[in-house]
Each structure stands twice: as C-alpha cells, then as structure tokens.
Antibody, heavy 121, light 111 residues
Framework: QVHLQESGPGLVKPSGTLSLTCAVSGGSISSSYWWSWVRQTPGKGLEWIGEIYPSGRTTYNPSLQSRVTLSVDKSKNQFSLMVTSVTAADTAVYYC??????????????WGKGTTVTVSS | NFMLTQPHSVSESPGKTVTISCTRSSGTIASNYVQWYQQRPGGAPTAVIYENKRRPSGIPDRFSGSIGSSSNSASLTISGLKTEDEADYYCQSYDATNHVVFGGGTKLTVL
C-alpha cells in the first residue's frame, strides 16, 4: 500500500521560498501516476497547485505557475514543491497526492496527511 | 478554464438522503470525469467517487455519483445518512490541458 508523507519547514518568511518534499513509500515514484500538490488555506477549500509525471513533465495551476516549480528525485523516491516570493496568502496546509493517469485521469487515490506552512516574519 | 460551483452547505437528518450538486461553468460536464472527495475535520481528503459514479474499495454503496447533461452538473448522493458522514465534500475535474479544478466544497451537517 502506497503512503505519502510531506515534510519541510513549518515557517517561512515573507518574500522567501517555500520548499516541501513528499516521500513515497510502499511503491515506486517511477510508476505511471501524476504526483500532485494541493493546498488548503485556513477555513477555505482545496486549491490544486500542480503535478509532475515521472518523466519530469509538469502541469501547473495558471494562477501559481510563475512562482511554482515541481521536481522528482527517483533515487530518493520523492517529489518536491518550491514556491517563491511567498506572502501571507500562501499560508496553508499543503498536501501531496497521487493522481491516476489511466483510470479516471487525475483521480487522486492516495493523499498525504498534509503539512502546515505559515508565512510570517 | 472553468469553475465548479457547489452549494456552501447542506443539512439533513440521520437516515435521510442528501444530494450535493457540482455545476460546471463552461464546457460540458461529461467531457471529463468528475471525482468526489470527503474531508473530515482535521483530516486529509479521501475519495468517495471517481469516474463520475464509481466507488473506491471500502466506500459503502450509500454513496453514489451521477452527471446530468441538461444541468451540466455532477451530483453526489448519500443515502441512509449517518453522523459519521458529516464532513466537507469536494468535487474535482480537469480540462483538456490537464489542469485540475476543485469545487469550492460543501459542508454536510447531519443533525
């Protein structure tokens, strides 16, 4: 059974860079899935950030594309998120998830527990 | 891109049936599969419906999904409501360029 675990700093200064990693266990990140990031601001709904395929192909939310970079590290079986020039509006719970490619594209069948990131000085 | 619009909240009594709608703003709802996720307080989302109407393993058949072309919307129906069904529910789809879209979420209260 595949498990995902987010990790990274819980506090980031304004104008700084948010960096998170999602470790994949119980399966290979080289499998044919989209590896995704989703965030949830306090009291609000889910916002898709972007996704990456094992080949390195990425798709980003147009509203965040200029500040977001996703990457995959096959040797460590993990993928990462980087958001630059952060503001208080980037304060959120960040989830990583696995998205299907063949069965119902972008159906996210496995989620991490989420990690809280606060942007504050 | 398109938006998915859900009612902010719904409420119903235990044992009853409730339906949550998810309306696509542009394009055809049937063009891309719709998924539904349940999120209990403090927890991560988990899927209850994928591919418009299919249930993941372990999801009871009290949960069902459908799409309606005339209303350009998807629906999640929960029958035989239980207090444990109280949660936020999100619909999700995607567009032709693989951009994923979530609905705003619906808070279900079982009282």
């Amino acid at each position: 059974q595949v498990h995902l675990q987010e990790s990274g700093p819980g506090l980031v200064k304004p104008s700084g860079t948010l960096s998170l990693t999602c470790a994949v266990s119980g399966g290979s990140i080289s499998s044919s899935y989209w590896w995704s990031w989703v965030r949830q601001t306090p009291g609000k709904g889910l916002e898709w950030i972007g996704e990456i395929y094992p080949s390195g192909r990425t798709t980003y939310n147009p509203s965040l594309q200029s500040r977001v970079t996703l990457s995959v590290d096959k040797s460590k079986n993990q993928f990462s998120l980087m958001v630059t020039s952060v503001t208080a509006a980037d304060t959120a719970v960040y989830y990583c998830a696995r998205g299907s490619v063949v069965i119902a594209p972008h159906y996210m069948d496995v989620w991490g527990k989420g990690t809280t990131v606060t942007v504050s000085s | 891109n398109f938006m998915l619009t859900q009612p902010h909240s719904v409420s119903e009594s235990p044992g009853k049936t409730v339906t949550i709608s998810c309306t696509r703003s542009s394009g055809t709802i049937a063009s891309n599969y719709v998924q539904w996720y349940q999120q209990r307080p403090g927890g991560a989302p988990t899927a209850v419906i994928y591919e418009n109407k299919r249930r993941p393993s372990g999801i009871p058949d009290r949960f069902s999904g459908s799409i309606g072309s005339s209303s350009n919307s998807a629906s999640l129906t929960i029958s035989g409501l239980k207090t444990e069904d109280e949660a936020d529910y999100y619909c999700q789809s995607y567009d032709a360029t693989n951009h994923v879209v979530f609905g705003g979420g619906t808070k279900l209260t079982v009282l």
